[in-house]
């Protein structure tokens, strides 16, 4: 036991470690009432595309693209850093463990690679809870996009997923939108959402004419 928290708090595991601790602080916290899950919530504005073989093309806003990847900023960060932080942990130890080198530098690249591995494994884990998030944002703002005008914040294609915002009752929603019969909607352009496709939860918009 000595040995395995020895191993936790030593050279760069200590980061993944005090991370761990931290969310499980938190989240103790939140069950005594003291503070809500959103507290440290993020907006972000998305510059990313994701097209039908899930396939990432990055544009522009860079930082605020990867984290709109990784479903950061569509649900309360410490959801997303709570399955981001115990596999991280997890990964770190096993690999610098099993490698056995007491060299920083070879340490830290592990943690790194760890890290990135954790993002990805986050993202496949907290995606059903991005749409559920999304979904639980329409209800209670009482939008019905259908009809509605919206801004292309990312290309809209026939082919590929883009993301549009409609702006109604004093509030901002984001939703992933396409279009049909090789349309293409270009950023900034204005849109008319008049379909929801429930098979992939989008939406169908057409050029605002």
């Given at each position: 036991m000595q040995e395995f928290?020895?191993?936790?708090?030593?050279?760069?595991?200590?980061?993944?470690?005090?991370?761990?601790?931290?969310?499980?602080?938190?989240?103790?916290?939140?069950?005594?009432?003291?503070?809500?899950?959103?507290?440290?919530?993020?907006?972000?504005?998305?510059?990313?595309?994701?097209?039908?073989?899930?396939?990432?093309?990055?544009?522009?806003?860079?930082?605020?693209?990867?984290l709109s990847f990784f479903n950061i900023g569509h649900m309360p960060l410490m959801i997303f850093l709570s399955f981001l932080a115990f596999p991280m942990w997890v990964l770190s130890l096993w690999s610098i463990n099993f490698i056995g080198v007491e060299n920083i530098l070879i340490n830290s690249g592990l943690l790194l690679a760890s890290f990135v591995a954790s993002l990805f494994i986050a993202k496949f884990l907290t995606t059903p809870i991005a749409k559920f998030y999304m979904k639980l944002r329409l209800q209670d703002e009482a939008i019905n996009p259908i009809g509605k005008?919206?801004?292309?914040?990312?290309?809209?294609?026939?082919?590929?997923?883009?993301?549009?915002?409609?702006?109604?009752?004093?509030?901002?929603?984001?939703?992933?939108?396409?279009?049909?019969?090789?349309?293409?909607?270009?950023?900034?352009?204005?849109?008319?959402?008049?379909?929801?496709?429930?098979?992939?939860?989008?939406?169908?918009?057409?050029?605002?004419?």
């Open positions: 928290l020895d191993l936790s708090f030593s050279g760069v595991n200590i980061i993944p470690t005090v991370l761990l601790f931290f969310v499980l602080i938190y989240w103790i916290i939140v069950i005594l009432g003291v503070i809500d899950v959103d507290t440290l919530d993020i907006d972000i504005e998305t510059e990313v595309e994701l097209d039908m073989d899930g396939d990432l093309e990055v544009d522009g806003e860079g930082l605020s693209s990867v005008q919206c801004k292309v914040l990312l290309t809209v294609k026939s082919d590929s997923y883009g993301q549009a915002e409609i702006k109604a009752n004093g509030t901002s929603i984001l939703i992933s939108a396409i279009t049909r019969d090789g349309i293409e909607i270009k950023k900034g352009e204005s849109a008319l959402v008049i379909d929801y496709i429930k098979d992939g939860n989008h939406y169908l918009i057409e050029p605002d004419n």
